[in-house]
């Protein structure tokens, strides 16, 4: 593929799942300003990422005995937990004490807006340079995934908002663990199939389950939130 069309196909799905669920926060919606922010520091948290990245992996080989182990530390440590972690960082320092963060549902729309950053220029990354398979895949499978696992923690960060202290934080200790499980299964499902491709059926459906199950998941948290705006009177 010419770059004008990978470019296009790489941010497209980004685009399309950005305004999906940016319209289901119907009831209040936050400032397009404020979302391009959040949308642009998610895009920029790459680049730390790719170094903490480099640095933690630098201890994997202490799990060389076993590739269970070797693959799982790649895929919930390297992965899961810096990702993840970072979007969160991300959330709580951009946005999490503006005045415009005033609803349960604004978790969820802002870490969902940071993670499509991260993984707008993560998808640019990928499928540029390569074929229309790999922009296809990653369309439907990996950009969805980390909208679903940040929009899940999101959901934990809007309840952490108006908590009390001490629970604020296993709020978001419990959101964050969350979506390291979830991104962790993602990638060891498909990084274990390198050592077992005899499990490429098995691991794929896997994955199906796991980003529908998922997807319903954060829909019936995204329609509790608006339920907890609505009691509370935040909208």
Known sequence: MNF????ILAILPVGILLRYFYKKDSLKPEPIGLIFKVFIWGFLGVFPTIFIELFVRSFKNFFSFSVIFFVG???FIVAGLVEEFVKLYIVKKSVYGNRNFDEVMDGIIYTITASLGFACLENIMYVIGSNLAVAVIRGITAVPMHA???GIMGFYIGKAKFSSSAREKSLIKKGL???VILHGTYDFLLMILQYFPQLLFINLTFVVLLIILGGKHLLKLIKKSKNLDLQAGRV
Do not use: K
């Open 4 to 7: 004008a069309i990978s470019f």
């Open 148 to 150: 679903i696992m940040s």
């Open 177 to 179: 663990m969350i979506a």
């Open 73 to 75: 530390f790649e895929a």
